[in-house]
């Protein structure tokens, strides 16, 4: 069978629930304060933006390295029989482009 408890424990006791009390309804107000949402929603787009980023700097790396590797031979010297096809498309390109846009001007 359980101890009596005497008023003063009874007392005690009451006050330490309402200070946890206070100290969960204090801990609720900040995180349901509108700025710590906003705050809150902000870290995790800026996560998943730097995520997304990252991501696609690293295919973008990957793409470059294999081009790279296919324009060269082993000993880092270049394939000019795929080189000049490459510049050709790429100067060709750029053309149109350039045509395109004093078409659009004029």
């Given amino acids: ?3 009596a408890r005497t008023p003063a ?3 005690a006791d009451i006050v330490r629930r309402r200070e946890q009390l206070a100290e969960t309804l204090d801990e609720i107000g900040v ?3 509108p700025k710590t949402i906003i705050g809150d929603a902000k870290a995790r787009v800026v996560g998943a933006v730097d995520h997304t ?8 790396n990957r793409c470059v390295t294999d081009v ?5 031979h ?3 010297a270049p394939r000019f029989e795929r080189v000049v096809p ?5 100067v060709g390109l750029v053309g149109l482009l350039v045509v395109s846009a004093r078409r ?3």
Avoid: K, S, T
Avoid at 53 to 60: N, T
Avoid at 86 to 90: E, I, T
């Fill in 68 to 72: 790279q590797a296919g324009l060269r």
């Fill in 104 to 106: 659009r001007r004029g």
């Fill in 53 to 60: 980023a990252g991501r696609a700097f690293a295919a973008v």
């Fill in 86 to 90: 490459v510049a050709l498309v790429a």
């Fill in 74 to 76: 082993e000993d880092g």
């Fill in 9 to 11: 424990q009874i007392e």
């Fill in 31 to 33: 995180r349901m304060h």
């Fill in 1 to 3: 069978m359980p101890e």
